[in-house]
């Protein structure tokens, strides 16, 4: 049963440190009377995450693990209390989530037990400030995501129609798709708040548990909500809402599994958790950033998954600025990135008796691309959209899933390559509108290129003569396919009868 933490935890981290200076007097006199009033531990205030691997802790503490594995099983407290017990001579030190407000604390200055331990006096301090702002991380994410403000641009009713044209079968079965990569967003949220305040790279070996424990925990929860009806669009942001919440709870619950000493979710014990001295200098969880990444995450898949099921796609790779003979494309709906230019686009059809020119249908940007980054909207933008599309198809081309999401999120965590939450509803794979790379065409032959790119409006309509993306039959194919453009004749309605059209 998930547990619940109170507010009085916030206090724990605060409480537990109340004796540390906050700043050295760097002057001789200054430390050496601050050793004189706390012992030797003063030594080692004002630790950093790098001083945990520098000074060998994870080796120590398994090796600590081991020797004392007799008295862990024999605490009622598990692991905290034996350790309590080791470091201060408090059998009683639990950390566990269970309304107290000081079962996690412990006066760092003048103990004589922490200052008698000699060469394991550092290693102690060490593992015991880790412990301690470990349980406020957790303290930091009930507060954090028990908010109302959890998907909340998703909660009003007008929020489906403005990025689909009708509110039918359809969207609501995209709204449900959604629920499959929510657990993923859930995962980069938990690691996102443990790892924001550490530069990439840091804390690598205790991102990949922050990250399965907060997936595994959410996991089960789809099955109580994939039968929710959502048969208002509102009911999506409710439903989101509840996953992240309870999510959340469930994963706090790892608190008390871990301070005992046991494993969570098949993630490890908490010396996993404690690897690679994440926690040694923990700042707290930064809940407004938290939430706004969060909420950008939420968004941009709902976006996506309903432009998913609409003529929307990005074409580019051509120059910056274009005037290479493939066309001009909108620079109201572009990016510019490593010098190529890429669009996001809708190819509108018309409502009704289709007779006029109009009747193929024309060029313009996705139903509320113009609302994006502003108001309820502003933490997702155009580029953001065509950013994240791009790595997700460099990644996977057109078969970028939810299982590839966990995938690749747990992979940029655990390598240390990239930190998945800093960069939003940016992050590869948030959007998956499929991309067409056309740049080859600027030197290579493909009939009517000069029309490859079109500016928007109901004047312009693209011609695509031939394999358009890459200059590959079956990229072009499955593009189309992606693109919801399968039996389209539109693109090619210009084409001649010999061109050697893959769709």
């Not at 509110?167 to 499959?180: F, H, R």
């Not at 510019?336 to 313009?364: F, H, I, N, Q, V």
Request: hydrophobic share 40%; net charge negative; proline share 4%.
């Amino acid at each position: 049963m998930p547990s619940f933490l109170h507010l009085s935890s916030l206090l724990l981290f605060s409480s537990s440190c109340l004796c540390i200076p906050l700043s050295l007097n760097p002057s001789r006199n200054a430390v050496h009377n601050l050793q004189r009033r706390c012992g030797p531990v003063a030594e080692f205030y004002n630790q950093k995450a790098s001083d945990w691997n520098s000074n060998g802790l994870d080796a120590w503490l398994d090796a600590w693990w081991t020797t004392h594995q007799a008295d862990i099983t024999a605490n009622s407290r598990g692991f905290a209390g034996a350790f309590g017990r080791w470091a201060v001579g408090n059998p009683d030190w639990s950390c566990r989530d269970d309304g107290s407000s000081s079962n996690c604390d412990f006066d760092t200055c003048n103990d004589d037990i922490l200052n008698a331990k000699g060469n394991e006096t550092r290693q102690a301090y060490y593992v015991m400030q880790s412990v301690n702002r470990l349980h406020s991380y957790f303290s930091g994410l009930s507060q954090a995501f028990q908010t109302a403000s959890i998907a909340a641009a998703l909660s009003k009713d007008s929020w489906a129609t403005t990025f689909y044209k009708d509110k039918d079968v359809k969207s609501v079965t995209a709204l449900k798709e959604i629920l499959n990569a929510a657990t993923t967003v859930v995962g980069i949220g938990a690691a996102f708040a443990g790892l924001a305040p550490a530069p990439v790279g840091v804390g690598v070996g205790a991102a990949s548990a922050l990250f399965a424990g907060a997936v595994g925990a959410a996991v089960p929860l789809l099955g109580t909500h994939q039968d929710d009806t959502l048969q208002r669009s509102a009911d999506l942001g409710s439903v989101l809402g509840k996953i992240v919440q309870e999510a959340m709870k469930g994963f706090i619950s790892a608190n008390n599994i871990l301070m005992h000493g046991d494993s969570f979710e098949s993630t490890g014990d908490i010396r996993a958790y404690l690897r690679d001295g994440l926690f040694l200098d923990f700042g707290g969880v930064d809940k407004v950033a938290v939430i706004e990444q969060m909420n950008a995450m939420l968004l941009g898949q709902a976006v996506n998954a309903l432009w998913r099921t609409q003529k929307v796609f990005i074409v580019g790779g051509g120059a910056c600025g274009d005037n290479q003979g493939i066309g001009s494309g909108p620079q109201e709906s572009s990016i510019c990135r490593d010098g190529k230019a890429w669009y996001l686009y809708w190819w509108e059809e018309p409502e009704g008796l289709k007779l006029s020119r109009s009747r193929y249908g024309w060029m313009s940007a996705p139903m509320g691309a113009d609302k994006l980054g502003k108001g309820d909207y502003e933490g997702v933008t155009v580029a953001d959209v065509i950013n994240s599309s791009l790595d997700a198809y460099t990644a996977a081309r057109y078969a970028y899933t939810p299982t590839t999401a966990a995938a690749r999120a747990r992979d940029a965590l655990t390598s240390g390559r990239a930190n998945p939450g800093t960069a939003g509803a940016a992050w590869e794979g948030v959007f998956t509108i499929p991309v067409c790379d056309v740049g080859w065409a600027v030197t290579g032959d493909i009939p009517d290129k000069q029309y490859i790119l079109q500016p928007l409006g109901k004047k312009y309509r693209p011609h695509w003569c031939g394999a358009v993306c890459s200059g590959d039959a079956q990229t072009t194919s499955e593009w189309i396919e992606a693109s919801n453009m399968g039996g389209f004749e539109s693109p090619k309605f210009l084409c001649d009868d010999d061109d050697d059209v893959p769709y």
